[in-house]
Every structure is written in C-alpha cells, then in structure tokens.
C-alpha cells in the first residue's frame, strides 16, 4: 500500500491555495482520463484497478510526470505496477510507493481524486471532453511534424505513442501504455488480423489476411472478425472498419469524445 501522507487535507482546501491550478490543462487532461476509468468501475460494480491506466497513456493525453506526482502525494491518486498475465481473469498490481514510473506502472483515481475530478468538470465550465479534443489535435499537429510533445519529459517522439501495439506473447492489444483488449480464449480470426497490422507496423489500411474456408464466405468472417475487435474493448481507444468491399481492414483512432 502506498504511505499515507499525515494530516492530508480534503481537496477543497487544496484548491483555496493560490499555488493550486485546477486549470492546468495537463492535469485536467490526466483527471478526466483517470475519472473516465473510475466512472466505468463503479458502473460496472468492478474494483477500480480492473481499469487502471498506465502513464503511457497518461503522458499521450498531456500529463507531466509532476501533475501524477502531485495527485499521489495529496492522495488523489493511487499507482502500482501491473503483474498480471494474458491468462489471468482479473488485473493484479504490486503498489507502489515513491515517485518512480514505468511502463508498467498504472494510477487509479481514489474517491477524494474522484470528487477533485467532479468539481473541476463540473462546476468549472469546461468538460472532459473538450479537454481532451484540444490535446488530442496538439498530439496529433506535434506527431505530423515529428517534434517531441510537450507531455512528454523525455526526448521521445509521441509518434510511436499514436499507434497500437499487439503483443503475440501476452496476447494484448495496447495503444500508448493503455490496455484495449486482452485476450483470455482462443479468438484466431481476430488475433490474425492485428498480428498482420503489428507486421505491417501499423499502416492504415490491410488486405483481409484470413485463411479461405469451406463454411462461410470471406466477406461475411471479415465482417464478422471487425465487428468482434471493437467490442468489449477494456479502454474503447480504437475502431476498426472494413473497406466496403469485403477485402480489407482499416483501423483509426476513436473519437476524442470517447477517451474522455
């Protein structure tokens, strides 16, 4: 478990020092992401840490490594780093303490960090959603012309963040650190389909790459395969569409109204 902090105040009180930006929009951008993922868990009657995010993910909204700092030290936030495998039913965490991350480090809102997120969308005048539509175009301008983003407190382009990632091994499908699918049973026509898009490194568009059978029509398996990868997606962060023909796949990144 993460140290408590003595006397922590309430996040009311945080907000009356002037030090405090609540309209920080690096920070909002983290706290309507992780706000999202805790709305879905209480939603869903879940544990919260079913739908932690990674700092992958939090970094590509626009989050500093110091805004993560400031919400774990006034308890706004909890992180730990993720050891579940692709075969386990549920995600498991090693909590962390300190003020180290990686890729595998993943932060939970707590209920304090859920009513700080409630005040700031709700009583400020903007929504999460904008919030994040406006940092999603920065990504995506700073990406086009292949220059760091600010988000970023390394030298790397966010680039690379922008694109999926399917991981054979662990059977996981990621987009900047954030888990979109995992796959607990065989799921073959769906597995094939981002093994090719991973080989092909993720370019727009792919031919239909699954194998020719007796007992349904291509056309209708593509169909059929497309629509399986856009559902139960764990963070709905991408779509996946035919070409209209039966004879191909394209994959782009969901609406900015839907990472809110």
């Known amino acids: 478990m993460i140290a408590k902090v003595s006397q922590r105040k309430p996040w009311a009180d945080w907000a009356e020092e002037p030090t405090f930006d609540l309209n920080g929009e690096s920070l909002r951008a983290g706290l309507a992401l992780l706000w999202r993922a805790y709305l879905c868990a209480q939603d869903t009657g879940v544990n919260v840490w079913e739908f932690a995010l990674r700092t992958g993910r939090l970094y590509a909204s626009g989050t500093t490594a110091s805004d993560l700092g400031w919400m774990l030290t006034k308890g706004f936030a909890e992180h730990g780093e993720e050891t579940s495998g692709y075969d386990e039913p549920h995600r498991s965490f090693s909590r962390s303490v300190g003020y180290f991350f990686n890729n595998h480090t993943c932060l939970i809102l707590t209920p304090s960090g859920a009513a700080l997120a409630e005040h700031v969308f709700r009583e400020t005048g903007r929504s999460p959603q904008a919030t994040l539509a406006a940092l999603a175009a920065v990504a995506e301008t700073a990406a086009l012309a292949n220059v760091p983003h600010p988000a970023y407190e390394t030298n790397e382009a966010p680039s690379s963040a922008l694109k999926p990632r399917w ?83 394209f994959w782009e990144l969901s609406q900015p109204e839907m990472l809110a």
Do not use: M
């Open 167 to 249: 991981d054979t091994t662990r059977r996981e499908l990621s987009l900047a650190g954030s888990i979109v699918k995992r796959f607990r049973v065989p799921a073959r026509n769906q597995e094939t389909i981002l093994s090719v898009f991973e080989e092909e490194g993720w370019a727009e568009h792919i031919h239909d790459p699954l194998p020719i059978t007796q007992e349904i029509d291509a056309p209708t398996r593509l169909h059929d395969a497309i629509n399986r990868l856009n559902r139960c997606q764990i963070n709905p962060l991408l779509r996946f569409h035919g070409d209209g023909k039966g004879t191909g796949v």
